[in-house]
């Protein structure tokens, strides 16, 4: 199997190597808009190097990786398709809702594969979770509560291009929700302020937020997002119910410290980064897609998924701004 990656910045290189770790991938060819970092990722990993994207495409690939900036994925996944070439794709598929929806008119027609990068799905703490509501063991289930909290800000220029928090960040939280629930979010209230960086501000954006999701069974799923969580990066989500509770991203490197008497520190240290908090998960989701690509198993999140994600995130940007609740059926088109 000959897989190609677009894109070679920290992720794409991250990815690169996994996959050239993977049985079943003979070999790996890295492309970028800036060929010299491409070059010094290829020679680095000991994998091929084009010289161009139009050049990685033409290089007899089985399938492609995208990692590419994100103005980029639209082009690249049409592209791939067009070509017949399954495609992984890190989120978003585009910047906004009607870029994604050009893109999903433009495939729906295609049985080419279009795997969307949701990483939290095959993180082993999640998959126990959705697996604990889908058994009824934790019996009726009347709230989630989830957390991205990041330890630091992302440059200035970042932020200006991101999206926004929800788009950018909160989306891993909102499609984990629907995928640990098995429920779609019908509503949502969101609030953020900000008390960083003035750049947040300045990019029509904020540092922290929080948001309120009814799903369509009744339960509450509680939304907590930060770019200032100097402790550590915390990703958590609990699900608690009629039964029993339990919680994803307690380990011993969650950024915690209780002030309780006598309950020791956790062991640490804290994770740093989403890279190192999700790195089996990132294994895992590529080897799945090699699975993809080989014909052996079906999409595990598709554009559909990433859609329905970036409604909930439109919505919470929406409510955020005009500081009402919103319907998910008042944004979807």
Same mark, same amino acid.
């Given at each position: ?20 770790? *993977? ?5 790996? /060819? ?8 491409? !070059? ?6 000991? /994998? ?26 639209? $082009? ?13 794709? +890190? ?7 009607? $870029? ?9 027609? =295609? ?23 889908? =058994? ?33 960040? $909160? ?12 429920? +779609? *979010? ?7 302020? !900000? ?8 990019? $029509? ?17 509680? /939304?907590?997002?930060?770019?200032? !969580? ?11 119910? =009629? ?64 859609? +329905? ?12 701004? +005009? ?11």
């Amino acid at each position: 199997m000959r897989l190609g990656l677009a894109g070679t910045g920290r992720i794409g290189t991250s990815h690169a190597e996994i996959l050239k770790n *993977i049985d079943a991938v003979d070999s790996v /060819v890295v492309a970028d808009v800036d060929t010299r970092r491409a !070059n010094d990722t290829a020679t680095k990993l000991g /994998v091929e190097f084009a010289e161009s994207i139009d050049a990685l495409f033409s290089s007899g690939l089985d399938g492609v990786i995208i990692t590419a900036a994100t103005d980029a994925h639209p $082009g690249l996944i049409i592209k791939a398709v067009d070509a017949g070439i399954p495609v992984f794709c +890190e989120k978003p598929v585009a910047a906004d809702v009607a $870029g994604t929806l050009a893109v999903i008119d433009h495939i729906k027609n =295609s049985e080419v594969p279009v795997q969307i990068g949701f990483q939290r799905r095959f993180d082993a703490g999640y998959v126990a979770a959705r697996a604990a509501v889908a =058994s009824g063991e934790l019996g009726w289930i009347h709230t989630l509560r989830a957390t991205t909290l990041d330890p630091a800000p992302p440059p200035a220029e970042y932020v200006a291009h991101s999206g926004g928090l929800f788009r950018d960040c $909160g989306v891993h939280d909102f499609d984990i929700v629907r995928w640990v629930s098995g429920r +779609e *979010i019908v509503d949502v209230y969101a609030l953020g302020a !900000n008390r960083g960086e003035q750049f947040f501000a300045d990019a $029509g954006d904020v540092d922290t937020a929080a948001a309120t999701l009814t799903l369509d069974d009744g339960t509450f799923a509680l /939304v907590s997002l930060t770019r200032y !969580n100097a402790a550590g990066y915390d990703v958590r989500l609990e699900v608690l119910g =009629s039964k029993d509770d339990i919680v994803v991203g307690l380990d011993d490197r969650a950024p915690l410290r209780s002030v309780e008497p006598g309950v020791p520190p956790l062991a640490g240290p804290a994770y740093p980064g989403f890279m190192e908090r999700f790195r089996p998960a990132y294994v895992s989701e590529l080897e799945t897609f090699v699975q993809v690509v080989a014909g052996k198993t079906e999409v595990p999140c598709g554009v559909a998924d990433a859609l +329905e994600a970036f409604y909930i995130a439109e919505a919470c940007e929406i409510s955020r701004r +005009e500081r009402r609740p919103i319907a998910l059926a008042d944004v979807r088109r």
